[in-house]
């Protein structure tokens, strides 16, 4: 039997799961300015409390936000490039050319021949001005020192990364394989006006992050942010914490992570990440883990842990392997670590991602933390024996959603269904001859679920192609967006009914829920 929920989910909520990279705007990609307010007017309109996003880390080889360059950095490419023509850095003549990028999807490929010089522009035009602010987003000086922990190497690995062309931090010149704080000294002048440009480019993003936020406060959303377990193994993290990972004296790590054969991947995912050192984090507090909770606490108001179940048990891949099956299963830090962060961060909201084939000592660490799990409608009948993804075995302490960013919509779920699963799914939900995701949105904020989380592509009803990543394969993924014609659609056609059913499912977050009965006021 599940526990009592935890403390901050005593209410019913609703939410909306849509990542930055794919809201509207005019530069190529979405960004921190006039798509995200317009599109958190549209959940306030709603009634929607939550809105769900991926990680925000700068991304590197893949577009995947799972693999950043940076645990505690953001994506330059969400910088509102609007904000800095407004303040005189940049022309209207120099983003033309990103305004003609695809509005329905991200070219990433013209995304970095296109933006990364036009961002460079604005950080030569800032340094000869001699100015400590871009009008309205606070002083340099003070976010540096604010950040200085993380900051500084993050700036350091970016630029050298630059001056050895792109190459990992492993394969660098040896002086400069692992971060000291005297790496600065060394640095050619080059790599230095490099790493001021970083850390001006975060000087941005964190500045439009917190209004962003402010902005989505006061019409009373939220925001529920992702931790990847794991981090890149070429990151401003490793380079920055060799001591964290287990990497042998060149850096490089014998063993790496990712997940056995499952119902996404017949191979398993051979995600290449480094894994920890958890000796070593147990030693010091796990110090560095809960710094890194800390500091995505600051952006986030609730955290989804990505890969629970690693916290427990975590598939270990000797290095080189051309796929996940000849991995093994090794014990992680288990409870220690979670209560750890309790006393660290009492206040923490956090979502437990335990998804895939859960056994029994996942559930009961889950359950001795104190976190709520996720429930997904695409794995109802036939994902587990117990189908314990069907809405009517549902705890009230838990998540539900139709689908996540690892699956296809549930509109092109639907289509794809064999005949025999398919009449089972049809006659469970009453789906009446129809193939839109609208009816299973009716169920999962039906479900006894306190949170209840739709992605943006079963809102908008749309097939397999609207995909915004497919595990186990490389290409095309992190590259859908919706347009500004699709969310003024959205709003006339549906906004009504999602209102309506965010009422009478009682999920306006207005009412905390109690295990008793109570009569009726006078």
């Given at each position: ?11 019913r ?35 929607v ?17 799972y693999q ?12 509102d ?48 001005s001699g100015?400590?602010?871009?009008a ?29 062309g ?16 005297a790496?600065r ?6 790599a ?43 990151s ?6 060799r ?8 850096g ?12 996404f ?33 600051e ?6 842990l ?17 796929d996940?099956r ?18 660290a ?19 009961a ?8 799990g ?32 690892d699956?296809?919509p ?6 794809a ?16 001859g ?29 097939p ?8 186990g ?8 967006r ?13 906004l ?15 009412r905390p ?6 009569p009726?006021?006078?």
């Open positions: 039997m599940e526990p009592s929920q935890p403390r901050w989910l005593d209410t909520t609703a939410g909306v799961l849509a990542h930055i990279s794919s809201l509207p705007g005019s530069y190529g990609i979405g960004n921190l300015g006039p798509g995200a307010r317009a599109f958190v007017d549209f959940l306030a309109e709603a009634g409390h939550w809105w769900q996003i991926c990680p925000l880390g700068p991304t590197g080889y893949g577009d995947s936000p950043s360059f940076s645990s505690c950095a953001g994506n330059p490419y969400f910088i490039l609007g904000e800095l023509v407004a303040a005189g850095l940049l022309t209207q003549a120099e983003v033309a050319p990103l305004g003609r990028l695809p509005a329905e999807r991200v070219d990433y490929g013209a995304l970095y021949r296109e933006f990364r010089p036009v961002l460079r522009l604005a950080h030569q035009r800032f340094a000869a100015a400590d602010e871009v309205g987003l606070g002083s340099l000086a003070e976010f540096r020192r604010e950040h200085e922990d993380w900051l500084r190497p993050y700036g350091e690995f970016m630029a050298l990364k630059e001056q050895f792109g190459r990992a931090w492993t394969q660098w010149p040896l002086e400069f394989r692992a971060w000291s704080p790496v000294a060394t640095m050619p002048a080059a230095l006006t490099e790493a001021e440009r970083h850390v001006f480019y975060q000087y941005l993003f964190f500045a439009q992050w917190r209004r962003l936020r402010d902005y989505a406060r006061a019409k009373g959303v939220g925001v529920i942010g992702d931790v990847p377990i794991f981090v890149a193994m070429d401003a993290d490793t380079w920055h914490h001591e964290v990972f287990r990497l042998n004296a060149q490089e790590p014998s063993v790496v992570a990712g997940v056995p054969p499952d119902y991947s017949v191979l398993g995912q051979l995600w290449g990440n480094p894994l920890y050192n958890w000796e070593h984090l147990a030693r010091t507090g796990y110090t560095w883990w809960i710094d890194r909770l800390r500091a995505a606490f952006l986030y108001d609730i955290i989804r990505d890969h629970f179940r690693g916290f427990d048990t975590f598939w270990e891949i000797p290095a080189g392997a051309p996940a000849t991995g093994r299963w090794q014990r992680g830090p288990g409870l220690a670590f979670f209560q750890a962060v309790q006393r961060l009492p206040e923490a909201r956090i979502i437990a991602e335990d998804l895939g084939y859960i056994g029994p000592e996942v559930v660490l889950r359950r001795a933390a104190g976190l709520p996720m429930k997904i409608l695409q794995f109802s009948f036939g994902h587990d024996a117990n189908n314990a993804n069907l809405p009517h075995v549902y705890p009230p302490g838990s998540v539900a959603y139709t689908g996540t960013h699956n296809i549930t509109r092109g779920w639907l289509e269904l064999p005949p025999d699963y398919a009449g089972m799914i049809r006659d469970y939900y009453q789906l009446n129809t193939n839109s995701a609208w009816p299973m949105i009716r169920v999962a904020l039906a479900t006894v679920s306190r949170l209840a989380v739709i992605p943006m592509q079963d809102l908008l009803d749309l397999a192609s609207a995909a915004l990543n497919r595990p394969t490389a290409d095309g993924n992190w590259q859908w919706f347009t500004p014609t699709q969310l003024a659609g959205l709003r006339e056609l549906r009504a009914t999602l209102r309506e059913w965010i009422r009478l499912f009682d999920r306006t977050g207005r829920f109690r295990d008793y009965s109570e009726p006021a006078p």
